[in-house]
Each structure stands twice: as C-alpha cells, then as structure tokens.
C-alpha cells in the first residue's frame, strides 16, 4: 500500500529564515505530487504541483519554491520567511493506481510559525 | 477565478439525524469530484469520490449535477465520530480546487 511521509511536523521559525520541508511517497511509482497551505481559517491553496522529476509548475507567485529531485520525493523550501508563510502545508501524491487517477492522498503535514 | 462554494455551517446536530451538505462549483470543465473529511488540526481525508449516477458508501450519499454545477453528500443516521469539516471538491489533475469546508458537530 502507498504511504506519505512528511517532516517535520511542527516547525517555528523567526522571519528571514531559511525554509525546507520534505515529503516522500512510498509504494509507489511517479506519482504526480502536490504542495498545499491552509492558513487559518481558510480552505487549502495549492502552492505547487508535479508530474515527474524536475518538473514543477508553480499555482501562486510568492518567495516559495518547489523541487523533485527524486521521482518520490518532494521538496518545499524559501530563502527567507515572511510572517504571512505561516500555516499548516501539506504534500499530497496522486497517481495510477487503480483507483480514481485524481484522488488526492495527503500526508500528515507540517504546522509552520512564523515568529 | 474557479471557486468552490460551500455553507462554513456549523451544523450542529443530533445523534442518529440524517444532515445534507451542498456545493457549487464554478468551472464547468471539472471532471472529477470529491468529498473529503478534515478533522481538527489534521490532514484532509478522502471520503468519496462523487460521480454522475451518484454513489453510496454506507451511510454516506453523493451526488452530482452537472447542468446545476452542484454536488451534495448526505449522511444517514449520524455518529458523533461524524463530527468534523466536510471539503467539497472539484476539478481536474494538476487544478483540484477545495472549498473553505462545511463544520459538522454531532452532538450526544
């Protein structure tokens, strides 16, 4: 069965840090993987979507940036945080297994702070 | 902008009471549709898919209409584990778009 992971969970972090959370997918192969935020009180935003290695198309202009370097790993990360980046992101894969090709599968996710 | 509306609620109800969530979507090209469950502070969860012919998982029931742009689900008899925000979801690959969520809160 596929599983997603994602690290860390909880992070707080002062303003103009660095940002880099990961996400990897298990069982299973190129699958098409996604980067959301949910700020509070609001739906989910899709930040970032992916078909394959290095192949990043971008939902929303904003000091963020997404990498694949790996066909299940999924990389989001900033040069410098603004308070407004805090929130709760989540990685989600979808993919060809059998079932509907558009469902969505999320990780746990990572609760950000910006401070 | 392609959005998808829903009531926030909270719709609070009674053990055992059958309770109907609506949603519209704005994009007529969407092709696939879902209800997901989030609960508090964690990651949404696929519930069901929702297809034309309507679809049934225990009791659980969605439906959509496309000529409306409207989707609902319809919870039979319910649980407090029920209680939580329904997504109301459309779109296509690479475009799944969520709505705010729908509150639920089952209540003893």
């Known amino acids: 069965s596929q599983t997603i992971h994602q690290w860390p969970a909880t992070l707080v972090q002062p303003v103009g840090s660095p940002l880099s959370l990961e996400c990897t997918v298990e069982?299973?192969?190129?699958?098409?993987l996604y980067w959301y935020r949910q700020a509070a009180g609001r739906g989910l935003q899709l930040l970032f979507y992916?078909?394959?290695?290095?192949?990043i198309s971008s939902e929303v202009p904003q000091n963020l940036s997404a990498s694949r370097p790996q066909d299940r790993q999924f990389i989001l990360s900033s040069k410098k945080l603004l308070l407004s980046d805090s929130g709760f992101y989540l990685c989600?894969?979808?993919?060809?297994?059998?079932?509907?090709?558009?469902?969505?599968?999320f990780g746990p996710g990572t609760r950000l702070t910006v401070t | 902008r392609k959005e998808v509306e829903q009531d926030p609620g909270p719709f609070n109800v009674p053990e055992g009471a059958t309770v109907a969530f609506n949603c519209t979507y704005s994009?007529?090209?969407?092709?696939?549709f879902f209800w997901y469950r989030q609960d508090c502070r964690k990651e949404p969860k696929l519930l069901m898919s929702?297809?034309?012919s309507g679809n049934e998982d225990g009791r659980f029931t969605a439906q959509l209409n496309r000529a409306s742009q409207y989707i609902s689900l319809l919870i039979r008899d319910s649980k407090l584990s029920d209680s939580a925000t329904y997504l109301c979801?459309?779109?296509?690959?690479?475009?799944?778009?969520f709505g705010k969520g729908t509150k639920l809160s089952v209540k003893p």
């Open positions: 979801v459309g779109g296509s690959q690479g475009n799944l778009i």
């Open positions: 069982g299973t192969s190129n699958p098409n």
């Open positions: 994009n007529s090209a969407s092709q696939s």
């Open positions: 992916s078909v394959g290695i290095g192949q």
């Open positions: 989600a894969w979808s993919g060809f297994t059998g079932l509907d090709p558009y469902e969505q599968y």
């Open positions: 929702v297809y034309s």
